[in-house]
Each structure stands twice: as C-alpha cells, then as structure tokens.
C-alpha cells in the first residue's frame, strides 16, 4: 500500500486548505484510515480518524473546522480543514490500518501504513 498526501500549502489564519491522501497499490487491503500531524520539537497526534464504513473522530482541538471524508471509488481521504489557526501548522500525514476494526481507529500504533507528508503553515 502505497500512500501519497498532497493539498498542503501556506493559508493565512481564517483560511481553508483541502488535503488529499491518494492509496494505491493493494487497496482491498486498506481499512480504517486518519490524519496525523507532527509540528517540529513535537511529537505526532491524531488529528482525525475515518472507518472504512465512513464513521469519523476527530481531535477536539479540531472538532467543528475539520471535515474527514473518504471516496472508497476513487481510492481516496480528504481533510476538508476550515478556520485554520497558526497553531495548526505541521507536517501533516495520512495513514492506512489493514485490520478488521469496524470504528475509527486513534492509536498511531495501530496503522500498518503511512505517507510521506504534506506540509500546512498557517500565517497569523
């Protein structure tokens, strides 16, 4: 499984990005998957997570400005991001999980697979 984010950018606070994470190669594979992000001197955190059946969670410092979605025809997730904040700056990944769990998952520890990043910097 191969993972490929891409959407990042520099936005002024107030602003809205549209992060894209595209999956390919063993698909069928893939079950729940979620957003990460990791600002530097800092360790990664869940920003929200998506079942395979669309069922979403969400962070609270993100809850009500982010949207996660997922188009499973076109393979795939979204991070709709609305309002943003500087404090949203980071580096920002999208993960896959392989297993069978039918809710969103929030343990990084629990994703088999992960992209390389795209990097969101927030303006004040």
């Known amino acids: 499984v191969q993972l490929v984010e891409s959407g990042g950018g520099l936005v002024q606070a107030g602003g809205s990005l549209r992060l894209s994470c595209a999956a390919s190669?063993?698909?069928?594979?893939?079950?729940?998957m979620g957003w990460y992000r990791q600002a530097p001197g800092k360790e990664r955190e869940l920003v929200a997570a998506?079942?395979?059946?669309?069922?979403?969670y969400y962070a609270d410092y993100v809850e009500g400005r982010f949207t996660i979605s997922r188009d499973n025809a076109k393979n795939t997730m979204y991070l709709q991001m609305n309002s943003l904040k500087p404090e949203d700056t980071a580096m920002y990944y999208c993960?896959?999980?392989?297993?069978?769990?039918?809710?969103?998952?929030?343990?990084?520890?629990?994703?088999?697979?992960w992209g390389q990043g795209t990097q969101v910097t927030v303006s004040s």
């Open positions: 190669g063993s698909i069928f594979r893939i079950n729940a």
């Open positions: 993960a896959a999980d392989t297993g069978y769990s039918i809710v969103p998952i929030s343990m990084v520890d629990e994703y088999d697979y």
């Open positions: 998506i079942s395979s059946g669309g069922s979403s």
